[in-house]
């Protein structure tokens, strides 16, 4: 069990409930280079690995094959692998934690002196602007030291110029919808590097509705005295949820092990008759404008009267796969297959043509997916396909999808 795990035992939290809220907690190291001159960037280049726990142990990968491991002799927050020879390339590391690794930092490639490589931009805490709610580009770049520049699409300037400062990323309030880029440059004097992929920034007049669930189904029968637990799921965290039947709010316990979400606990004399419920939610710095509602959930009441229902089983529909790339993965890089099914609040999962275990897996309130491999290099080269499965009460599981072929090149 880890240290943070005991902790939230510690604190009174479910094992169940421990391990969604240990999810939120990062363990992801940070990469940056560092160059002895910015004037000439390629030049003299030092990888840092920086850890979020102090430890003895980091690892430096290229082009998705492990480089160099470093086993120091006392603890230490960071560690710096200097480079030699060709240094261009696709690199990640990652750092001792407790007695295992850490998940791999994000992608930093280096491209040589002839071109700087695009930098990588986000938006925090979601991509839509709406009153109320402060949304930030964050541009991230590999080289310590540089001036990011944001731009939005259908505008003849950069919006922001910060200075350089001491960091690999930048941050910049966004106001205004449309379709926005960012790019840095090393000194004054010196070219852009290649714009980021473009992110679309919409203007909503009200938040995006939730997502409610009861063990993913949109209806359920309930026998008298039963207790029921909706699961309500917002885009952002930090917000207030509000549960209602038809128009009516219901006040109800609450409880959450993370700040996107509340679990409503109905009593029977809160459940009443039943009937259709739905959740919604606000900003706390908006409290007049509620968000959509989300898609209701049906709770019937059974007077234990009638005849049981009788159900056929079918197999459940099966997902399509696709590949967010076209032609080959570069090895280093990441690639991104989307499954999507037709149920929310499941569990998907990809796995490698003619394999039983999954490779990867992701639980979600929606209807799709993102399955990523991380830092691909020759040996993940094959085909894939993905399915979807439910845990709750109504256990089923898919069929596979198509597949979908994934070549690997090194350059």
């Not at 009267?305 to 696709?322: D, I, N, S, V, Y």
Request: proline share 9%; charged share 20%.
């Amino acid at each position: 069990m880890s240290m943070l795990v005991a902790f939230l035992v510690l604190w009174g939290l479910p094992v169940g409930l421990v391990t969604e809220a240990a999810t939120f907690y990062e363990t992801q190291p940070s990469l940056w280079a560092e160059s002895a001159s910015l004037l000439k960037p390629s030049a003299n280049v030092m990888l840092t690995c920086q850890a979020r726990l102090a430890t003895p142990d980091f690892q430096l990968f290229k082009n998705g094959v492990a480089q160099e491991s470093v086993h120091l002799d006392s603890p230490a927050i960071k560690h710096q692998f200097l480079l030699t020879g060709d240094t261009r390339g696709r690199y990640r590391c990652r750092s001792g934690l407790f007695t295992r690794w850490s998940q791999l930092s994000k992608l930093l490639e280096l491209t040589g002196p002839k071109s700087l490589p695009p930098p990588w931009l986000s938006m925090t805490p979601v991509s839509w602007i709406t009153p109320g709610l402060n949304t930030t580009a964050v541009c991230r770049g590999g080289l310590l030291g540089v001036t990011f520049l944001l731009r939005r699409e259908g505008d003849h300037e950069f919006l922001e110029m910060p200075e350089a400062q001491e960091d690999v990323e930048a941050a910049f309030p966004v106001h205004r919808a449309g379709n926005y880029s960012c790019s840095y440059r090393t000194h004054v004097a010196g070219t852009l590097s290649e714009p980021s992929a473009t992110v679309i920034i919409e203007q909503l007049a009200a938040p995006p509705p939730p997502a409610l669930m009861h063990h993913g189904e949109s209806a359920q029968v309930l026998r008298p005295g039963d207790k029921v637990t909706l699961t309500c799921v917002a885009p952002l965290s930090g917000v207030h949820f509000q549960l209602r039947r038809g128009e009516k709010e219901l006040l109800v316990p609450g409880s959450s092990t993370s700040p996107d979400r509340i679990f409503f606990h109905l009593n029977p004399v809160a459940l009443g008759d039943g009937g259709h419920y739905t959740c919604r939610y606000r900003l706390h710095d908006n409290e007049n404008a509620w968000s959509g509602d989300s898609t209701p959930v049906e709770l019937i009441l059974s007077d234990e009267t009638l005849p049981a229902p009788e159900f056929t089983a079918e197999p459940a529909p099966r997902p399509q796969l696709r590949a967010a790339w076209s032609g080959a993965v570069l090895a280093g890089r990441d690639a991104v297959l989307r499954c999507e099914g037709p149920i929310p609040d499941v569990t998907f999962e990809l796995l490698r043509e003619g394999e039983t275990q999954a490779v990867e897996t992701v639980r979600t309130p929606e209807a799709a997916a993102n399955l990523e491999l991380t830092f691909v290099g020759p040996q993940h080269a094959g085909s894939y396909r993905c399915r979807y499965r439910s845990w709750g009460p109504n256990t089923f599981q898919s069929e596979l999808s198509d597949p979908v072929e994934l070549l690997v090149a090194e350059s």
